[in-house]
């Protein structure tokens, strides 16, 4: 597989890679295969192959949404090459690639407003428009203007806003995950610099007295029920510490699950499958996943 992944110049091949190093949670398993593609060319060559081969894969991003099951026996692809960034006046066209924060950060500081909810979203432009990333009452649906995707049929095709069906942490994409988005072009306005840090350092603040910050976990795990808050459901059933092997319920938030740095990703899904079950008998509510299980 390397000799013919490289033969056909599909970018960087690694083999048996750790996917401590390409998750949040810091998790223990390994990856067969990890390519990075450098351009759009390489990129198609490597899913032509895929297809003909009918081969596992998984685009990732930052893995900051992502729990594997256990091993992955097949090709991860990180698109982290594809990182362009162009700005013309309220228009922003950026790779898939680019990190959420950076580019949220970069563009809040230089007096734009519309992306301050992402200054504590982690991972990459992709991943956030596949899994709609939101907070503070906004999300990716209020800015993206269209997506630049490759189709399961390996074509070319821009995704306008309303084709790509975003919803309370979902979209086309993340329906449809045969489809690969390469870029986006994203529509902000223009603010005052000096409200738009003073928010995002307030927000720093309380996430940093709020949130288990210091620990690897990859953010909110559960969709808030419509009315309703997750953690408070969880707290309510006194499920704070509760741990598996390396993963435990933050005591600091109910809604994340913190890592030890030596956990599975089955010690990560059987904490999830405690807090769903508790909550579901105790509550009569089904908890929804706002993060990835990925199976090998």
């Given at each position: 597989m390397i000799k013919e992944l490289k033969m056909r110049k599909c970018g960087k091949v690694l083999e048996n890679v750790n996917l401590k190093d390409?998750?949040?949670?810091?998790?223990?398993?390994?990856?067969?295969?990890?390519?990075?593609?450098?351009?759009?060319?390489?990129?198609?060559?490597?899913?032509?192959?895929?297809?003909?081969?009918?081969?596992?894969?998984?685009?990732?991003?930052?893995?900051?949404?992502?729990?594997?099951?256990?091993?992955?026996?097949?090709?991860?692809?990180?698109?982290?090459?594809?990182?362009?960034?162009?700005?013309?006046?309220?228009?922003?066209?950026?790779?898939?690639g680019y990190p959420m924060l950076k580019l949220a950060l970069k563009l809040s500081r230089m007096g734009y407003t519309g992306l301050e909810f992402a200054t504590g979203i982690p991972g990459t432009v992709g991943g956030a428009?596949?899994?709609?990333?939101?907070?503070?009452?906004?999300?990716?649906?209020?800015?993206?203007?269209?997506?630049?995707?490759?189709?399961?049929?390996?074509?070319?095709?821009?995704l306008y806003n309303k084709d790509l069906a975003f919803h309370?942490?979902?979209?086309?994409?993340?329906?449809?995950?045969?489809?690969?988005?390469?870029?986006?072009?994203?529509?902000?306005?223009?603010?005052?610099?000096?409200?738009?840090?003073?928010?995002?350092?307030?927000?720093?603040?309380?996430?940093?007295?709020?949130?288990p910050l210091e620990s690897p976990s990859a953010g909110s795990v559960f969709r808030n029920p419509e009315g309703l808050s997750a953690w408070k459901l969880i707290e309510d059933l006194g499920l704070k510490g509760y741990q598996v092997g390396g993963a435990k319920v933050s005591e600091k938030h109910a809604n994340f699950i913190v890592t030890n740095g030596a956990a599975s990703g089955k010690d990560v899904?059987?904490?999830i499958q405690k807090i769903q079950a508790e909550v579901k008998e105790k509550n009569q509510i089904d908890l929804l996943l706002e993060q990835e299980i990925v199976e090998s």
């Open positions: 390409y998750t949040t949670y810091k998790l223990q398993g390994k990856a067969s295969y990890l390519v990075e593609p450098t351009t759009q060319e390489e990129l198609f060559r490597l899913l032509e192959y895929i297809k003909q081969q009918n081969l596992t894969y998984k685009i990732i991003g930052g893995g900051s949404n992502l729990i594997f099951n256990g091993d992955y026996h097949g090709i991860l692809i990180r698109l982290n090459a594809f990182d362009n960034l162009k700005i013309e006046d309220t228009r922003v066209q950026v790779g898939a428009v596949f899994n709609n990333a939101g907070a503070y009452g906004s999300d990716m649906g209020y800015i993206v203007e269209s997506a630049l995707v490759i189709t399961p049929d390996l074509e070319l095709k821009r309370y942490r979902t979209s086309f994409l993340k329906k449809n995950p045969g489809y690969v988005c390469l870029e986006v072009n994203l529509v902000l306005k223009r603010g005052n610099k000096e409200e738009i840090m003073e928010i995002i350092e307030d927000r720093k603040k309380r996430r940093l007295m709020s949130q899904i059987a904490v």
